[in-house]
């Protein structure tokens, strides 16, 4: 498992342990910021990490090229100094000539085979590495996407309850106030504020 997968693992089991909020039932909990805070920045700190890691896999790409290639090179190369060898030696000049003919013409085959297995071993891991990254991604915006989904109901539910409070305190006050005479002050009260 790696790190960011830890951290996310973390990140689920802060929620699970979470208080349900008041009026919301088991839909919303109540989040501690900084706790929350914390592990984000940990998600944070270790994406990075992981991304140069398969970063890291996809450049070993071109090391499989370059050696793959110098491989290729030095056969070309032992070929045509095989070939020059034969040729000077006038006795055998056509077969030294068909026998470079044959070492070049593998030595191409195979470079060729050895390019088309780089290439594609490393496009495999480089779309593996971008699945991966792209799923944690994912998870993690999900896991936010879900937090302040909550943070916003729960503003609202406060607003709400507020709004609630308020009105239920001016109908007391303008009960009691009612029977003196004094509803018009209250009201003047009321709109100043």
Known sequence: MSKIEEIIVEIENYVESCKPAPFSGNRKIVVDKDDIQDLLVQLKMRTPEEIKKYQKIVSNKDAIL????????????????????????????????????????????????????????????????????????????????????????????MVNTLQTDYETIMANRNELIADDGTQEQTDASVNNN
């Open 66 to 157: 370059a050696n793959a290639k110098a491989q290729a090179e030095a056969i070309v190369e032992d070929a045509k100094r095989q070939k020059e060898a034969l040729i000077n030696e006038s006795v055998i000049k056509q077969d030294a000539e068909a026998q470079a003919k044959d070492i070049i013409k593998e030595a191409q085959e195979y470079s060729k085979v050895v390019r088309e297995q780089a290439n594609d071993e490393s496009n495999a891991i480089k779309v593996s590495a971008i699945e991966y990254t792209d799923s944690l991604l994912a998870h993690v915006q999900e896991v936010i996407v879900n937090s302040l989904e909550g943070y916003r109901n729960n503003y609202e539910n």
